[in-house]
């Protein structure tokens, strides 16, 4: 006997069953969840409950079957009756209105739970629902509570999923919303109107599922992201903050022989220095762009330096819009670039700086008149022994800003880096406090 009970009860909710456990292995194999805590709670209540509703269901219609009237099939129908309309707020609860108060959205549950549990009481049994002998269904005046309650959560639930729709566009989460609101809708009524029951447990569960491992595959992908963006900054300022042993030695060495001839000029050489080296330090905030008027004093206190052993070397500057942001060291990284590669062999050179706006963004163009090259591989080439690579300026310069990097370049004809941003708007980043290269008995002007 039991055992049949079991075969058709599996049988009527093979579908349902299988559900449930997948979603069950799900939530106890992920780790780390993408929803709180309170919200997976939720979600298990919710697959429990609608198994214990499935299970009511089918010894309802067992003992509908029976000829004569028992209290079993008034327990199972109360149970039915109070479980529907508690399941679809449920289901609300974890779509649309995670993270509100619902205390007060389970009262008209609690409600209606009361309602029907009349059918227990010999004076009111006849206010929503029970059996006549020898087992006949007697409908009372209050019997569609559930039905109706059932609906009202369901146009809650479209309410909520427009309102939801107007607030953050049709986004990802929103679209996977909409599905599962659609696909309950669906099944409510059908379940309402055909009779057919199971359909709405199913929709549910199904819709669960699928919105929890969207919540799960976009946190995990969101997780990998962030880490490759952390990798990448961690990257480059570490690439920065590596203080080039070369240059300082060449610079020291220059300003111990213009101490010989010329003390003024290696003092200004001196601070130049401090200058510089105190800007790139300023320059280790990796996550936010950095003012364009910003980046160019960094390029002019580098410059100066430069100039002390390469007094051929001309930078002119036409800078007609300085009122955008684009990441730190963008141009400085050009600029070294062609004085380290550009104007090898030669006495003189000229680097051109130039910056306009226009309707549609910013421009920056970094010219010089060197040697050039014949494409961009062989440009990179030459100088993946910098601080950080063109690549990696690139990347840069597209996640902060959503901007883009050009380079054309003709052997003989020099190089040309176009670089464009947008008209977004860019949060400006809080300064950090200075740290500032003090040496000692020297005071900074």
């Not at 199972?76 to 679809?88: A, D, E, K, Q």
């Amino acid at each position: 006997m039991v055992l049949d009970l079991l075969k058709q009860f599996f049988g009527a909710n093979f579908l349902l069953l299988i559900v449930a456990l997948g979603f069950f292995l799900v939530l106890t194999q992920s780790k780390e969840s993408p929803v709180d805590r309170k919200t997976i709670r939720v979600i298990r209540g919710l697959i429990v409950l609608a198994l214990v509703l499935a299970t009511a269901d089918f010894m309802e219609s067992y003992f509908a079957d029976l000829p004569y009237r028992t209290v079993w099939r008034k327990v199972f129908s109360w149970m039915g009756y109070s479980l529907r309309p508690l399941i679809v707020s449920m289901i609300i609860r974890i779509l649309v209105y995670r993270s509100r108060k619902t205390v007060l959205f389970y009262i008209p549950v609690l409600l209606c739970s009361l309602v029907y549990a009349t059918t227990f009481v010999p004076a009111w049994e006849k206010v929503a629902f029970t059996f006549m002998e020898p087992n006949n269904f007697y409908r009372g005046p209050l019997s569609y509570a559930s039905p109706v309650l059932c609906v009202l959560y369901l146009l809650t639930l479209i309410v909520l999923v427009v309102r939801k729709f107007e607030e953050e566009g049709l986004t990802r989460e929103v679209r996977a919303v909409v599905w599962c609101a659609v696909a309950c809708l669906g099944a409510g009524f059908y379940e309402m109107f055909v009779g057919s029951s199971g359909i709405l447990n199913s929709a549910i569960l199904i819709s669960c599922l699928f919105y929890y491992l969207l919540f799960f595959s976009q946190a995990t992908q969101e997780d990998r992201e962030e880490k490759e963006l952390l990798l990448s900054d961690q990257r480059a300022a570490m690439v920065v903050q590596e203080i080039q042993p070369r240059f300082i030695l060449e610079i020291l060495n220059r300003v111990q022989d213009q101490i010989k001839t010329s003390p003024r000029v290696a003092s200004q050489t001196l601070d130049n220095l401090v200058d510089y080296l105190e800007k790139n330090l300023e320059a280790t905030d990796f996550v936010h762009p950095v003012p364009f008027e910003e980046e160019m004093n960094r390029v002019k206190t580098y410059v100066r330096i430069i100039q002390t052993g390469f007094p051929g070397l001309r930078v002119e500057l036409q800078l007609e819009d300085k009122d955008f942001q684009l990441p730190a060291l963008t141009v400085m990284h050009m600029v070294e670039n062609s004085i380290n590669h550009a104007f090898e062999g030669r006495s003189t050179g000229t680097i051109t700086i130039k910056s306009f706006g226009s309707e549609s963004g910013h421009t920056v163009i970094i010219q010089d008149d060197g040697i050039g090259f014949s494409n961009r591989e062989e440009y990179t080439s030459e100088n993946q022994g910098s601080r950080f690579g063109i690549e990696n300026v690139t990347d840069r310069l597209q996640r902060m800003c959503n901007g883009d990097l050009n380079i054309v370049s003709k052997p003989g004809a020099g190089t040309t880096v176009m670089i464009s941003i947008p008209n977004e708007d860019v949060k400006m980043p809080e300064k950090k406090q200075r740290r500032r290269l003090v040496i000692p008995g020297r005071e900074k002007m």
